[in-house]
Structures are given as C-alpha cells and as structure tokens.
C-alpha cells in the first residue's frame, strides 16, 4: 500500500503533515509525498497506483486540486481511496453559493452566515440596501482565501466601507466579500469523518477582538449539541467530500447555529493538539479500510 500525500515546498499546515506521516509510519505504510509546486502535470503518469492505495491532499490551490483530481479520475483498478470521490454534480466553489449546492444535492437548507459581493462602482443607496439584507451596519469586510484573521476587518459605515475600498486595486476586489456581523457569539471548529463528528472545540472569544483565530488563539476542548453536529456533517456532505473542518458561530442571544466556513482538506492539528483525538490515525484507518 502507498499512501499519495499531496503537499507543496512550503506547506500550509505543517503540523498536519507531521501527523500524517507519524500515523502512516505507525502502519508501515509508505509515504509518497508529491509536491504540488514542482510537480509537472504531464509526468503524473509516472505515479503508479492501484485501488489499495490512498491519497490526501494537504496542499490548497488549483494545482494542488488538479492532482488529486489526477488519481480519483483514474480506472478503477488504479484509483486510490481518498478523501473527495468523482462525481457528476457541479462543484460551485464561490463563497456565496451553498444555498444552490443544497439544492442540487437535495439537502435542507443550513443556516449560513450571510455573504455579498463587494462592488465599487455602485451607488450609496445601493450598497446600504445590499448590507441592509445581511444584517446592516456593523459588516465584516474579509479578503477571500486568507486565514488565521488576516484580512478581516469590521465596518461600522459606509464612509468606512468606502475609505477601505479606496485603498483596493479594482481588480482585486472579487476577492472581498462583505459577511454577516455577530455581536455575541460561540465559535465552534468541528472535525467531520465520514458522516459523523470525531472531534470538536471550541474558540475563546477575546475581550479586545472581534476574532477568535487572530494573535494568541485559546481552545477548548467542547462538546455541540445535535443540531450543531447535524450543521456540520450536512456542510460536509454538500461539498462532496467525506471529511472537513467545519466552522460554525452560535448567535448567543438567539442559539442558532450558523455555518461560516468549511474547509476539505482542514488544518486539524489544533484540534488534535486540544483533545488529543487521533484524528490523522483515523483519517489513515478511514482511507485503507480494514487494510492496515
């Protein structure tokens, strides 16, 4: 058996990675570690694999996908066992877009936290009226695709918003989107495998910021109640993906559950580091079945 870890010279999670190759050494499993920003596309056919094997991609970007892509579209005789599966449903990818993702796979509705886009050229009123429809002023202004607080700001008016957008070249500004604002609220970070939650913590709030995954971050380990782990575990699945991070902020004043964010592959060194679930051992077990 190989185990395909797909990662990049300069990984986004070490510490994921780190785990990994710890838990596939524990079962002499052979690591192949492919690195997304050397890797030529065209000689990816000098990877041999068959259906015993398995593959994770811990690399982000469109190149890091298309490998992956590269090894689940084989034969079948030749496809590793991994985390995404082909399938015939579009994937929209777009941040705004999870309410057509549940239509499509036929999964109700889940409460998300309210995303526009953001557009220079239109009017005051215009504005004000699409950020009257998630919430009003205050907004968050968050720059897609960065993590750990960076690019996330919290707008309280319009002149705000304007003066920070002054400041964006206009062809970078498909890159913001403007989210709902939660005065009060939990951060729950969940970690689900194969339709059920293995892990979960949550997010202390800090008394100086409005963000929990900025500066010197506090964990806890934490237990949801059903309907948050069932908000998780739909996300998920709506991504055609059998295992992901799952971010989800509870409004305190009203308890509901609202999904901000998921990601598949997920930094899950936090949590593992937090409660100690052996979640990378349980990802190895999940791919190779009852191979090992």
Request: negative net charge; glycine residues 6%.
């Amino acid at each position: 058996m190989k185990f395909f870890l797909i990662t990049s010279t300069r990984p986004t999670n070490q510490g994921v990675v780190e785990l990994l190759l710890a838990a596939a050494s524990a079962k002499n499993i052979e690591v192949v570690r492919i690195d997304s920003d050397c890797q030529l596309l065209a000689d990816m056919d000098s990877y041999e694999s068959r259906s015993t094997d398995i593959v994770y991609r811990e690399a982000l970007g469109e190149k890091a996908r298309a490998i992956e892509a590269g090894f689940l579209y084989r034969p079948a005789s030749h496809r590793p066992s991994g985390m995404r599966r082909p399938s015939q449903n579009i994937e929209l990818t777009f941040p705004w877009s999870p309410l057509l993702r549940y239509q499509q796979l036929g999964i109700p509705a889940i409460p998300t936290i309210l995303l526009d886009g953001v557009f220079v050229e239109q009017s005051d009123d215009e504005i004000a009226r699409r950020v009257q429809t998630i919430g009003g002023f205050p907004v968050i202004l968050k720059q897609v695709g960065l993590s750990h607080g960076a690019g996330v700001q919290k707008i309280d008016s319009m002149r705000q918003l304007r003066d920070v957008l002054r400041t964006v070249d206009g062809r970078d500004i498909q890159k913001y989107a403007l989210r709902q604002y939660l005065a009060v609220y939990r951060h729950a970070r969940l970690v689900v495998l194969d339709g059920r939650v293995i892990d979960s913590i949550e997010y202390i709030v800090p008394e100086d910021d409005f963000r929990t995954n900025a500066g010197t971050v506090s964990v806890v380990p934490q237990k949801f109640d059903v309907e948050v782990e069932k908000a998780a575990i739909d996300t998920v699945n709506s991504l055609a993906a059998v295992m992901g991070g799952v971010d989800i902020l509870i409004d305190v004043a009203t308890q509901t559950p609202y999904v901000a964010e998921c990601n598949s592959p997920c930094n899950f060194w936090r949590n593992q580091n937090t409660t100690g679930v052996p979640i990378a051992e349980k990802i190895i077990e999940y791919l190779a079945g009852d191979r090992t």
